[in-house]
């Protein structure tokens, strides 16, 4: 399958825009809700939501030849995995909805 450069580029985009204002190193989760500022406005910690971006972001990363960002991001995505198996799950495996942290 041949994708358009263009694509690459808005995939790209919107690659930068994770890793640069929505994935949170301190908290190894998302922001959930930004100001129009890109600033957070929410403690509060979606993992069902962590755990579905980290590996949409890796696959979205895939498909664009030589992204500079890969490891990085690979990074960001393990540690954001790690904070769902820490903080965001029972005992049983469960993963919680929603958590203020």
Do not use: Q
Request: proline share 3%; glycine share 4%; net charge negative.
């Amino acid at each position: 399958m041949v994708i358009p450069t263009d694509h690459y580029t808005r995939i790209k985009k919107l690659l930068d825009v994770f890793v640069n204002l929505i994935i949170s190193d301190e908290r190894e989760s998302l922001h959930n809700f930004l100001s129009v500022t890109c600033n957070p406005r929410s403690d509060s910690v979606s993992f069902g939501h962590d755990i579905e971006a980290s590996w949409l972001l890796i696959e979205a990363s895939n498909v664009i030849p030589r992204c500079e960002e890969h490891g990085l991001l690979k990074e960001k995505c393990r540690n954001i995995c790690e904070g769902v198996l820490h903080r965001g799950m029972d005992e049983e495996m469960v993963v919680f909805l929603r958590k203020a942290i």
